[in-house]
Each structure stands twice: as structure tokens, then as C-alpha cells.
């Protein structure tokens, strides 16, 4: 994925998740407000029931207006023009709001006229009922009290808890919105990182380059000299200098196919391809690493129609690598066959060989990248582990098929499907 599409998706990411946190504000706003405006009715409801019942045990009347009267935004008067006494005030209080099922605490205070003073309970507490008073600072009553004042302390932390869902709700989708943007960095770091090895990897191999072809022509310059040729021993260094140089070559080509392939430049250069003459050109060249182990590389080229459209490159490639892999994981003595045959529109390309085979367990992971088959302390097959993966996902590319068996200690065959040209 491209850097500007990667940007254009963090950027849409960053909008959404600001979007989901203003709304959520303001919807946890909304919902304060209705807490707070259905609050005010019932205890505006609880009040009013409270002092007429006040009035009517007194057989008065309560005034024509301003009966309630919101001070602030946790505190109520209530207008009553008649005694009022401590006891009968906080039982009927306490009734009254368990009628309104509000569990708040509240403090109140009963105006006396006489003195001109309004005193305050020590700190009365929404309790049921039948919780006596004793203990309590009974207030002196007066001949013509008026009014009691009524408070919320803890007005705002009744609410938010009457709210609890919507606040445990929102908490959580906060910390979702900030689990996902973690995990955006995350992958933007990783993805840098992963840029950079690419980087260094593509120098390195680049650089690998020079030399590998420096010791080449050497080596083949000593091959042919008169000197050399005379001499088996020196002729057979010669020949493993060669040898070495050119698996050196292979692999680092191997790592700069897996790195072109994964850039954003990698396109395939499709055109008309034979399959039997990529498979006989590629065969001669295990020709003689076949014959140092005694081994065999059959040919069956059944297919009648062996023209495909391909990227003549990745294909010597992927069919390169299953040979390589055919004769590395055979057993002492190579056999590998390779099989081509034509069945309806397309043409199947199978190498087969009678190695060590593998486990049914580690077949699914083959195609991973850098994945290689367990072998305990083993290690007398040398890889990188992205043979197979850069076969799968050339093969993917091209929308060919792919399938492969293997029996344990038995073999192992690939099966390539590539659509013919009609």
C-alpha cells in the first residue's frame, strides 16, 4: 500500500475517532441535562407534597405563589406559613422522596422568624423511614415559622450514578478509540521499520552484486586457462568456486525477487511463454549438480498445448525453485520428475520427487514467508525459507492455481495450474 493511501487512511481514522469523541461529549451532555431536568421535577413533586402535608397538619394553606423557590442549582425554599416541626418535616421529607425513588442525601435548615435565623439540621441523610432520630440536633420550634431550605450536597454524583451505563458505555468506547489509535502508530512504526530493513536489504544485495560478478569471471578465466585444465586438482577448485558462486547468486537474486515483489513498483510483464521450453532450459542447468549425487531428472512433457501468458522472468523462477527444492529435500539419491499435461483450458506443471516428505501439520505453513520446516538440531539444508512463498505469490499474481502433496518419507508433489492460450 502506497504511503499517500496509508496517510489518507490515518487521516479518515484521526476525523473519526475526534468525531466519536465529541459526539459521545455531547451526548453525555444531553443526558445530564434530561438527569438533571427530571431531578428537579421530582423533588419539585416531593416538596410540594411535603409541604402540604405540613399544611394540612396544620390546617393551613399554602401561599397562592412562589411555594418553591429554586435558589441554586442544588438548593431549594419551600414557602409554607405555618410551624413546622423537626420530626414531622424529615419523616415526611424522607417519605416523599422514597415515593420519587430518589436515594440523595440532603441537609435542611427551617427558618425561625423570631430570631430571624435559619437553622440548619447537622447533616440529615436520606434514610428510611423507620431509622429513629435519636442523636440527632432537634431544632427548637418557632410560633410563626415560614419557610425550610433544602439542599443537595452530592447532587452531582447522584446523577452521574444514575447515569452509570451510559458513563461505563462511554469509557469503554474511549478506551476501544484509544486501543485502536495505539495500534495505528504501531503499525505505522512497524511498517517504517519494515521499510527501512527493505531498504538495507536491497542495498546489501545490490552491493553483492558487484562482487559475485567479479569472482565469476575470474573464476571462468581460470577455468580455461591451460594451466588449470592440466591440473585436475586445480581444476576441481575452480569448478567448486564456480559452483559456490553461482548458489550465492541464487540467493541473492532469491532476496531481491521477495523485495521487488513486496514494493509498490512490482508488475509483471506478461507475454507468450512456452512451459517446455522454460522446463528444458532450466532442467540443463541441474544437469550436472544432479549427476555429482547419482541422481535423475525426468522429463514427461505430455501437454499438446504448452503456450501460457506469463512473465517469462517469475516463471523460470518459480519453476527454478521447485527443482532446487526437489533436489535439496530429496533423499541420498536425487529423483525428481517433472510432469506437464493439458486437462480443458489449462495446463498443469508437476514436480514430483521421492524425498523426505512432509508433515501433514507444516504443509498449510509452507507458503508463509520465512517459514521452514522444523528439523531438531538438524541443519544440513541451508534456506532462507521464501522459495515456496515467492512461488505462491507469483502464482497468485498470475491467477494461477496451486496445489501440493506429500507423504511423510515418501515425496512431495507440486501442481501448478496456468491457463493455456486458445
Known sequence: MSSTKIRLIVILASLMILGIFLMQGYYIIR???????????????AL?????????????????????????????????????????????LVAEFEKQELSVEFEYGIYDEATNELIF????????????????????????????????????????????????????????????????????????????????????????????????????VLQHHPLIEEDKRLSQYTRIIQDQNQRLNNL???????????????????????????????????????????????????????????????????????IDNAVKYSKEVPEVVIFTKNSGKSIEIMVEDKGVGIREEDQQKLFQKFYRVPTGNLHNVKGFGIGL???????????????????YQEGTKVTIYCKNIT
Open 121 to 220: 439540621s447537622p447533616g440529615a441523610v436520606n434514610q428510611p423511614v423507620k431509622k429513629n432520630l435519636k442523636g440527632k440536633k432537634k431544632i427548637k420550634p418557632s410560633e410563626d415559622p415560614c419557610y425550610f431550605v433544602i439542599k443537595f450536597p452530592e447532587k452531582t454524583t447522584y446523577l452521574i450514578y444514575e447515569m452509570r451505563t451510559i458513563v461505563v458505555t462511554s469509557v469503554l468506547l474511549l478506551i476501544a478509540c484509544g486501543i485502536f489509535t495505539t495500534a495505528i502508530f504501531v503499525i505505522l512504526r512497524q511498517k517504517r521499520y519494515s521499510e527501512l530493513m527493505r531498504d538495507f536489504v536491497n542495498n546489501m544485495t545490490h552491493e553483492f552484486k558487484t562482487p559475485i560478478s567479479s569472482i565469476r569471471l575470474s573464476a571462468d
Open 31 to 45: 443526558n445530564l441535562d434530561k438527569e438533571e431536568i427530571e431531578f428537579h421535577r421530582s423533588v419539585s413533586t
Open 48 to 92: 410540594r407534597n411535603t409541604a402540604s402535608a405540613i399544611a394540612g397538619a396544620n390546617k393551613s394553606t399554602l401561599p397562592d405563589r412562589g411555594v418553591i423557590i429554586r435558589e441554586a442549582g442544588n438548593q431549594y425554599r419551600v414557602n409554607v406559613n405555618s410551624p413546622i416541626k423537626q420530626e414531622k418535616l424529615y419523616q415526611t
Open 389 to 407: 512463498y515467492y512461488v505462491k505469490r507469483i502464482c497468485d499474481a498470475h491467477d494461477f492455481g496451486l496445489n501440493l502433496e506429500s507423504v
Open 252 to 322: 541473492v537474486e532469491k532476496v531481491l525477487q521477495i523485495a521487488k515483489m513486496e514494493s509498490s513498483s512490482f508488475e509483471l510483464k506478461i507475454e507468450d511463454v512456452d512451459v517446455h521450453e522454460l522446463i528444458k532450459q532450466i532442467s540443463s542447468q541441474y544437469s550436472f549438480r544432479l549427476g555429482d549425487r547419482g541422481g535423475s531428472l525426468t522429463l514427461k512433457l505430455e501437454a499438446e498445448n504448452p503456450m501460457i501468458k506469463a512473465d517469462r522472468f517469475h516463471m523460470l523462477n518459480v519453476i527454478s525453485n521447485l
